[in-house]
């Protein structure tokens, strides 16, 4: 069974300095995997996917991720904080050839940017 | 393009009640699903539909169902609500394997 875990619940940051949300996640076939952003009172936004071409991927908003399978991780980075940045990240996880509609997603990590 | 638009956008119902939501998915996307998230839980998977047919269930009594009409729009139906029913209902569709799901603002349901 799939599944992934979210390092941190809550992460806070000083405004310029680097973002680093951490995901790891279990799968016994090949992943696709997500990050999602959410705002107060919102659904969620599309950061990124990874579906098994480049390991490096950009997104939007300045953030990226890399995809390590030794490590089963796909950490979530960005090098400057910015005071938009604040909101809830959510990591998800699909069967590569799966559905995209059946989603796992990990905890979700409330990240505050300070000043 | 349009996003996902989901209606309405609060609802409060009473226990015992059943209540309908409904999801309009991106113009061209065929497969809706529906996702419930609550402080407690975090986000669950509740089902997904495409071409008006269940692809995949997620593990949630028979209180909830859903449907897709032909023009991809669905709705989602929860029977005799409880307390715990409370929470944010997302829906998202998807164009296809290798493109995400794009998500809606949600139904904030409030069970009193």
């Known amino acids: 069974a799939q599944s992934v875990t979210q390092l941190g619940s809550h992460v806070s940051v000083s405004e310029g300095a680097l973002v680093l949300l951490r995901c790891n996640y279990s799968?016994?076939?090949?992943?696709?995997l997500f990050w999602y952003v959410q705002y107060p009172n919102q659904g969620l936004q599309l950061l990124l996917k990874?579906?098994?071409?480049?390991?490096l991927v950009k997104g939007i908003n300045g953030f990226e991720a890399e995809f390590k399978k030794s490590e089963t991780s796909f950490h979530l980075t960005k090098p400057s904080a910015h005071m938009s940045d604040a909101a809830e990240y959510f990591c998800?996880?699909?069967?590569?050839?799966?559905?995209?509609?059946?989603?796992?997603f990990g905890k979700g990590t409330k990240l505050s940017v300070k000043p | 393009k349009a996003g996902v638009t989901q209606t309405p956008r609060y609802l409060i119902k009473t226990r015992g009640q059943q209540v309908t939501l409904s999801c309009s998915p991106i113009?061209?996307?065929?497969?809706v699903s529906w996702y419930q998230q609550t402080p407690g839980q975090g986000l669950q998977f509740l089902f997904e539909?495409?071409?008006?047919?269940?692809?995949n269930k997620g593990n949630f009594p028979g209180r909830f169902s859903g449907r897709q009409f032909s023009n991809s729009r669905s709705e989602m139906n929860v029977s005799t609500l409880e307390l715990g029913d409370s929470a944010l209902y997302l829906c998202?569709?998807?164009?296809?394997?290798?493109?995400?799901?794009?998500f809606g603002q949600g139904t904030r349901l409030t069970v009193v």
């Open positions: 998202a569709s998807s164009l296809g394997d290798r493109q995400g799901a794009f």
């Open positions: 799968s016994s076939v090949p992943p696709y």
């Open positions: 990874y579906t098994s071409a480049a390991t």
């Open positions: 998800a996880v699909s069967k590569e050839g799966g559905s995209q509609g059946n989603l796992i």
């Open positions: 113009s061209g996307h065929r497969s």
């Open positions: 539909y495409f071409s008006e047919t269940q692809r």
